[in-house]
């Protein structure tokens, strides 16, 4: 459980307000360093729809979520059409912020420290930015438990002259293989019929958002009333 917690952690403590990397002249150390601080802000807002609404703004801003899509979809990601390929960004998006944004979060003590970055050398022009994370519950202050230090790495694309990130890895686990992980276990149960499998994934993420009473609005725009025919 403190493994997944640090890797929720990890995963949302850098979403931030996207910062044009041409307007400031940031490196990705910098922005990450900077980004760190908002998101934390926002996961410890009390107002349920405040906290949503800022993360999901967060999310679209600084995560290049069609790329991480396709990336955890792999070769099947071209049989699908634009509006498939929609459906599945937004119901991963959407899944990850009612699952795991549902409660405020507070820390008795939190510490992120980028070290550096490193080039891939990829045509995606990405790079690898390491840091660690260092990060203590109010309960384990008042008991006096140590701090937990995790290392973090983070693949970060400069698209359109801003930064984006594609991809979180703590103590050597990336998000996108666990989700993709999580994405063929779903095929095969389905015999492979990725139409199914996509539903399903709105089915999840349609159901975790009214677990934590949104409106009827949001809800629709999570899964449609027709669920996808087989084909």
């Known amino acids: 459980m403190r493994i997944r917690f640090a890797f929720l952690v990890a995963l949302f403590a850098f979403f931030g307000t996207c910062v044009s990397a041409a307007a400031e002249n940031l490196t990705e150390e910098a922005w990450l ?3 760190g601080n908002q998101f934390i802000q926002a996961l410890g807002l009390y107002d349920d729809e405040e906290r949503f609404m800022r993360l999901r703004t967060l999310i679209d801003t ?3 979520m069609q ?3 396709k990336r955890v979809v792999g070769s ?3 049989s699908l059409d634009a509006d498939m390929q929609g459906r599945f960004v ?3 998006k959407s899944y990850v912020i009612y699952v795991y944004a549902a409660k405020p979060i507070n820390f008795g003590t939190i510490d992120f420290n ?3 970055a490193v080039d ?3 045509y995606n022009r990405e790079s690898r930015v390491s840091a660690s994370l260092t990060l203590q519950t109010q309960t384990g202050v008042q008991e006096g438990m140590q701090p937990m230090t ?3 790495s983070f693949v970060v694309m400069l698209k359109g002259g801003s930064f984006r990130i594609v991809d979180v890895s703590l103590n050597g686990l990336s998000l996108i293989s666990f989700v993709r992980g999580v994405f063929y276990r779903e095929m095969q149960q389905n015999k492979n019929n990725i139409y199914v499998t996509l539903h399903a994934l709105e089915k999840t993420a349609y159901n975790a958002a009214q677990g934590n009473y949104q409106t009827p609005d949001v809800l629709n725009e999570i899964i449609r009333e027709n669920p996808y025919e087989e084909r």
């Open 33 to 35: 360093q900077n980004q």
């Open 62 to 64: 600084t995560f290049d």
């Open 67 to 69: 790329s991480m899509a």
């Open 76 to 78: 099947r990601w071209t």
């Open 90 to 92: 937004n119901a991963f």
């Open 114 to 116: 980028v070290k550096d």
């Open 120 to 122: 891939i050398g990829n």
């Open 150 to 152: 995790l290392p973090v």
